[in-house]
């Protein structure tokens, strides 16, 4: 799932290409993406593009005026193309394109344009067109931006004493109480604070806090930083590689060479190392050990 970072960079690309110049036409292929009825998809046909953004993990295409916001989901992704069939687009259960957004080239016979895709059968990705992106559900209720210069210690610190013994992986990939981080850099953030994901949001010591705090502006700025400038086809791989443990699991840890393990979390599962954050010893996995009861 693209997270903050993929996101932040998608929408620097996509600024680099659409800024000023006119869309078209935007050919929906899977009905259910758009979650929004006026204003109408077609109101965006012959608007100009004037700022590509991100809120969390949605992207906003504003475009005189109006705002075109798209959350990725899981499996969900934009691929730029120089040139797109002159056919629109045609709904197809087995293509994994979800719209395309066609582009205005006065310089040439050809249109380029962006195909907003979803792999896989389980259909999450959402489109919606809207005067204000606070008018979308799941922005209006994001929480502060971690990037954002009003998200200082003391910001983080009533965040994680208003979720109390919450445990902390849960906490940092709620969109609501934080904007952005999904199941991988929360892994990673908390693999670089080495500190536990079951550890309780409200009982951290200052020092941890602390720890926590440049972790979250730690690896998600370096992630922005290296991402910045790529291609939106680059950011998939280039975020693959630089993670330390989400997705490693029987892998080295990179700072102590423990093996990277796994236990099962909420909907998915989360990767960690022993040694670095939980004093070596490894963390029971509470769905199995339920289940076992
Ligand atoms: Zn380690």
Known sequence: MPELPEVEALALDLKGRLLDRAITRIDLAAFSALKTFDPPLHSLHGTLVEDVTRH????????????????????GWVRWRDEVPALPARPNSKNPLA???VI???????QPG?????????KSLA?????????VPGIARLGPDPLDDAFTIDVLSQILQSEGRKQIKGVLRHQGTIAGIGNAYSDELLHAARMSPYKPANALTDDELQGLYDAIRGVLG????????????????EKKTNLAVHGRAGEKCPVCGDVV????????SL????????GGKPLADRRMSRLLK
């Open 127 to 135: 489109i919606y067109v809207v005067r204000d992106p606070q008018d």
């Open 104 to 110: 205005d080239d006065p310089d040439s016979d050809t």
């Open 271 to 278: 990767q960690y190392c022993a040694t670095c954050q939980t």
């Open 222 to 237: 370096a992630a922005v930083e290296r991402s910045r400038g790529l291609h939106a086809s680059e950011l998939k791989g």
């Open 261 to 268: 393990r796994e236990v099962s979390f909420a909907d998915s």
């Open 99 to 101: 719209a395309r957004i």
């Open 56 to 75: 969390g993990k949605f992207l906003d295409i504003t475009a005189s005026g109006t705002h075109l916001v798209m959350h990725l989901a899981r499996a």
């Open 114 to 122: 962006l195909d907003v895709t979803e792999a896989g059968t389980k």
